[in-house]
Structure formats: C-alpha cells, structure tokens
C-alpha cells in the first residue's frame, strides 16, 4: 500500500493499525481514504515532520496544538514533559516550543492518533462544516471532485475528503492522493483493479 519497498513501515505501520482500529476505522473504504492521506503527506511513512508540519496527516501547529487537546494520549504525554510550563496544569498542550512540541508528535505512536483526529473531527476544523463527516463521505467510494474546488461545491466521497485536506485549494497532489486511494482500494479489494479496468478506468 505504500509502495516500493517501504523501509519505514516496519517502525511506523503497527503504529497506524492501532490508532485507526482505536477509531473504528478499519473498513476498507475508510481504511484507503486514511492511508492514502498518510502515504502522500509523509512520503509512504518516512517523513512524520517536515518544515513546520507534523503528524501521521501533516498539520501545522494550530492544528496538532489542538489535536492534543483532543487526544489524552497525546495531552498525557505533553503533560508529562513540560512539567515546568506554566500552563502544565491548565493547558498541557499549549506548553513546548515549536520544535520541541512537534517532535512529540510526529513520535510514530502519537502521529498517527493526530492524523486520525484530523480525519474524525479537525477536518472540520480546518476546513468547515462541509469537512464534518469524512466517514460518511469515504463510504460513497472514490467520488466525484465538484464543479469547482469549494465548499459550496466539495465533490463527493474520496475527491470531496481530499478538497477538505487540501482547504478546498486546486492542490497539485491530488491528482497523487487519487492514485494512492485507488492502490489502497486495490489492496483490500483486488476486485476492485478489475472493475476500473471493466469500466474502462485508466489503471
């Protein structure tokens, strides 16, 4: 599913397991939407921070500060490293510089509980009440992308999950997002290869 040989999936793909199984995301639909997001973002797991991102999903700091607030096993260990922050007992999440507050997590066995935050609810948050449901919208199958890349027009299942990462942006790695989700798919339902190629799908 992530392609080549993947040398990091060996330390990081347990991690991801867990915390999808821990979110009840394990049906195939969902499971490829996710794991496309997470192959395209960290380059197939070799990369859980990059240029002010972090994450099994890629967030910029707002966003995993808030994903911490979320997720207890993130806040827990915010909570127990920063125990001289002034907010420590208020507001774990919001204590650590940059640095320091994002290699907690892009740690494998946190990054891909904030990425599957990001999924069930900080997509909403990111990119609006179009974004609340991502389950429901991966259920429909690869989908259609919309007239336009926007919230009054977000497109329909995988295309419409992938507007929502993307903060509804005309993102050039959609086109690569798309190919994940369909190798995904392809992975946990080899039928579904030979149904593009019956509906004369390019491949």
């Known amino acids: 599913m992530m392609g080549g040989s993947c040398p990091d999936c060996a330390d990081n793909a347990p991690h991801l397991i867990v915390a999808m199984r821990e979110a009840n995301m394990s049906c195939p639909l969902i499971a490829s939407a996710f794991i496309a997001l997470v192959r395209h973002d960290t380059a197939a797991l070799s990369s859980l921070k990059t240029a002010g991102l972090a994450g099994g999903v890629h967030m910029n700091e707002t966003m995993w500060r808030t994903a911490c607030r979320s997720v207890p096993a993130i806040k827990t ?3 127990s490293l920063f125990l001289g922050c002034a907010t420590v007992a208020s ?3 919001a204590c650590g510089t940059e640095e320091a507050a994002s290699d907690i997590i892009a740690r494998p ?11 069930t609810a900080g997509a909403e948050t990111q990119s609006g009440a179009p974004c609340s449901d991502l389950a429901s919208d991966a ?6 992308r919309g ?3 926007s919230t009054s027009t977000p497109g329909t299942g995988f295309h419409k999950i992938v507007n929502c990462r993307t903060g509804f ?5 959609t086109a690569q997002r798309v190919r994940y989700y369909e190798a995904a ?7 579904f290869g030979m149904l593009r ?6 491949m």
């Open 197 to 202: 190629w019956w509906q004369g799908t390019p």
């Open 139 to 144: 259920s429909v199958g690869v989908g259609v």
């Open 109 to 119: 066995e946190l990054a891909f509980k904030a990425g599957v935050w990001w999924f």
């Open 185 to 191: 798919r392809q992975f946990f339902t080899p039928s």
């Open 91 to 93: 507001d774990p999440c």
């Open 169 to 173: 942006d005309d993102d050039p790695g």
């Open 147 to 149: 007239a336009s890349v």
């Open 77 to 79: 260990e915010f909570a």
